[in-house]
């Protein structure tokens, strides 16, 4: 069965950096278009970053770009956001996850395959 699982959230300062990882099982890894996504409670769920198959193409919003970097580990299958210069706005449930592929503007309806979720708090 397919499946993600996030890790490496938590409680940071802003000015401050984390590091996210997903870890990948059960579908070839290099043939999805992998995604990170964030949600606050009672706000939609936003596209953060992706990176399609075989890396060719990149994506990141407009609120990350120059702050996150997406990257991945085939070797691993895993998946990793670099979050540095964290506000508070960057608040939020991170989840990854995976669709064949293309990243197709990072609607995450597009994408079928989700992990659990992993909480990122940063303090002013």
């Known amino acids: 069965e397919a499946s993600v699982v996030e890790s490496g959230g938590g409680l940071v300062q802003a000015g401050g950096s984390l590091r996210l990882s997903c870890t990948a099982s059960?579908?070839?890894?290099?043939?999805?278009?992998m995604a990170w996504f964030r949600q606050v409670s009672g706000k939609e769920r936003e596209g953060v970053s992706c990176v399609s198959w075989r890396g060719h193409d990149t994506y990141y919003a407009d609120s990350v770009k120059g702050r996150f970097t997406i990257s991945h580990d085939n070797a691993k299958n895993t998946l990793y956001l670099q979050m540095n210069s964290l506000k508070p706005e960057d608040t939020a449930m991170y989840y990854c996850?995976?669709?064949?592929?293309?990243?197709?503007?990072?609607?995450?309806?597009?994408?079928?395959?989700w992990g659990q979720g992993t909480q990122v708090t940063v303090s002013s």
């Open positions: 996850a995976a669709r064949p592929r293309l990243c197709l503007s990072v609607i995450d309806s597009y994408f079928g395959i």
């Open positions: 059960g579908f070839t890894f290099d043939d999805y278009a």
